[in-house]
């Protein structure tokens, strides 16, 4: 899975928001159109499951989150009160 985040100087916001309403205007939105990319990606995820390590990647990727979650609450709890 691949994230991107983008930042954007508030100077720009007003072009970067024409540019995202420019492209959204193609957006799927009927249903028949929804339900044939949702086939599409039903496969892409089926495939990557069945690919050999698919397993590791997604335990591993449950591990890690579940080791931050609970190593945040942890650090949490020992920060010292800036009071």
Known sequence: MTT???FTSLSR?????RIESDRMRGVLDL???WQNERGAIEQE???DEAAPGGD???D???IAYKARSTN?????RRRPSTR
């Open 13 to 17: 916001l007003d072009a970067v928001l």
């Open 31 to 33: 249903q028949s159109q």
């Open 45 to 47: 995820v089926a495939r």
């Open 4 to 6: 991107q985040y983008q």
């Open 60 to 62: 591993a990727t449950a």
């Open 56 to 58: 590791f990647f997604t």
């Open 72 to 76: 945040t609450r942890a650090s949490a």
